[in-house]
DNA sequence: TCGCATGATGTAAGCTATTACATAGATGCA
DNA sequence: TGCATCTATGTAATAGCTTACATCATGCGA
């Protein structure tokens, strides 16, 4: 491993140009405020004269501040994360900070890792996805004093910072609105739900939803699958085997529900006069399919916005844990009918 | 802005720990072979004791060397980004190095900025998208000595490193499938083509294999859009009001092929008697819809892959330039046929 | 046994910024 | 005018690591 050399000016090739001190520069960088205006000019004239620009590691050290913020998603090929993501960023980087990111590619020991790395890395603060993960985690990101915001999830724990919603309450009112419409036998199509609590909730919710209608939850028949359109395939031909066979499948995001409503019209089936299904996430893809599915909105930008601007403050020291709860929407498409009679 | 305390074990501590100097401990850390075993072991044992972890900064000011690469990106929100862009992060963390990423909207001036930021906050390499920038950021990149990867094209430079395909040949090699089948009346929806040189040169691909077939390329009607749906379908409306009416839509990516086939089925055409439309890119959008689209297939993953170890080797010294241009292959699903005659 | 090459380890300089503290000059008020 | 206060700037300590060079012990060949 070669090493390149980098002859960049430093800040004491500044103050010479300048005339001024290390000191004077610095403040002109950091505190302007604190410099008169005419030796700020000067100052200012020489940075740009010599192309200056602070070299990073030596500022985080003396500092003791690295500017840094990590972000860990299960997945970026996924529009929702993406979104979130970006918004994220965008707001990060506003603010002059700088983030670091990775997938984990939905695996808990990935996602230590590269939590780890990020702290090696000098992150000052991680926003997570989900609850689901190792205590381990928690305890030694707080032990480094390091804020964590948990996003496209609630906690009920009160000490933990979150920017999400609730991802059984959606489901339920989902459910509940198919129960209105008659359906009484439920199938349900959901990634896997083990290591996944947003998953996991969605079950729950369309659950409940059975529960206080007086129904049989654990009648409902539930297929785990992967992240995918031929997997969504799969799981549906297996689910419309069972018995009774459901006159509703919900799916836990848009492209189960896809990938369910591509294999209904590989039977033969209609779609939702013969079945209905639904869907949860609102992307793109999901009005591009005919019939467009019936599913619920997220507000994913907003999310990672304001994701970013409660890691920031938790980073520049709020104390007190920050619980933002977004709001969620029914989005009601044609995948969603009445059950056949 | 609070400065949070984090008093976090330093290399001294392990040394004291482990009753061997600091040097040894670096050594241990960076270069194991030229510790002895006995050492060593005890060292780590300390490492681990003491939950030590290097700080970033101070080794990045002690050896010259950040280990930080950067990418910017048109945006995050495109599975195809996405994809190349997950596979360059994983290679790039494989080699124990940091990925700073940023999208810049598909904005020269936003690109500009980020590469800035990025090169001062110690980035040791640069993976662009495309070609297209103003030459002073190769000017302010090189003078840095800061080796810069083109991905998703190519280029005729033989100064320049990529990772990447001709934009144009598949889309003249589809163009003249399409001849073949009997079109002549050729309409383009794209992207905008000013700053995008991905998109123009798909453009140039079209118009080649007319020019070869001896039809006039300045009669293929030409609309440039936004990267959406809605956009897309706004084009197609549109380009159907042209005299004569093209037998024929090719779109620079496959939303827009999508977005141009539910427009056509909007107007009661029928896709691809009434009128043919191909993509570009092969993302899973392209098979939801109904006809599937005909379209382009690139190889994002390897690509991503192969532009994080190319820009790897450049950082590590490599001095010359790696040119790396990979195969595109269309896929001729169902949007495609013969012209009405 | 001596001299020397080799390998393991230690010493200490150096990297570049920030910032507490010191200093000097200017201002205001009695 | 004299003293306290304030503002602008400088001095120098400091942060945590890497690495060139120095030192020391060991083993080997002559």
């Known amino acids: 491993m070669e090493t390149r050399k980098r002859n960049l000016p430093t800040l004491e090739d500044v103050a010479n140009a300048a005339g001024v001190s290390t000191a004077t520069v610095s403040r002109c960088l950091n505190e302007p405020d604190k410099v008169s205006g005419g030796t700020r000019e000067r100052v200012m004239e020489a940075v740009d004269k010599l192309h200056y620009s602070p070299n990073f590691g030596a500022r985080a050290i003396a500092a003791n501040r690295t500017g840094i913020v990590g972000a860990v998603i299960p997945t970026m090929v996924n529009a929702i994360f993406a979104r979130g993501v970006e918004a994220f960023q965008k707001t990060i980087v506003a603010n002059k900070k700088t983030m670091l990111v990775a997938s984990s590619s939905y695996d808990r020991t990935q996602e230590i890792d590269q939590i ?32 964590v915001v948990i996003a496209w999830a609630r906690t009920s724990d009160p000490n933990q910072s979150f920017v999400g919603f609730s991802n059984k309450d959606a489901s339920r009112l ?60 799969a799981a549906f031909h297996q689910m419309l085997k069972a018995n009774p066979r459901p006159s509703i499948i919900m799916c836990g995001n848009d492209v189960l529900a ?6 209904a019209q590989e039977e033969g089936l209609h779609v939702p006069d013969d079945i209905s299904i639904t869907g949860y996430d609102d992307i793109e893809l999901s009005t591009v399919i005919e ?51």
Chains 1, 2 share one sequence.
């Open 116 to 147: 780890r790395t990020m702290v090696a890395r000098g992150a000052e603060g991680m926003l997570l996805i989900g609850t689901d993960r190792d205590p381990e985690v928690y305890a030694f990101l707080s032990q480094r004093n390091i804020p």
């Open 291 to 341: 019939p467009a599915v019936t599913t619920v909105h997220v507000p994913h930008r907003k999310m990672g916005r304001l994701a970013a601007e409660t890691l920031l403050s938790l980073v520049d020291g709020a104390s007190n844990p920050i619980q933002i709860e977004l709001e969620t929407q029914i989005i009601e498409r044609d995948s969603l009918g009445k059950p056949k009679t």
């Open 174 to 233: 989902l459910a509940e609105r198919a129960i209105a419409l008659g359906h009484r036998s439920f199938g349900y199509i959901s990634a896997y739900t083990a290591m996944n609590d947003r998953a996991r909730y969605r079950v729950i919710g369309a659950r409940e939803a059975l529960t206080n209608a007086g129904l049989d939850p654990d009648a409902m028949h539930l297929i785990e699958t992967k992240y995918s359109l031929k997997c969504a395939r």
């Open 258 to 263: 896809v990938g369910a409503i591509q294999a």
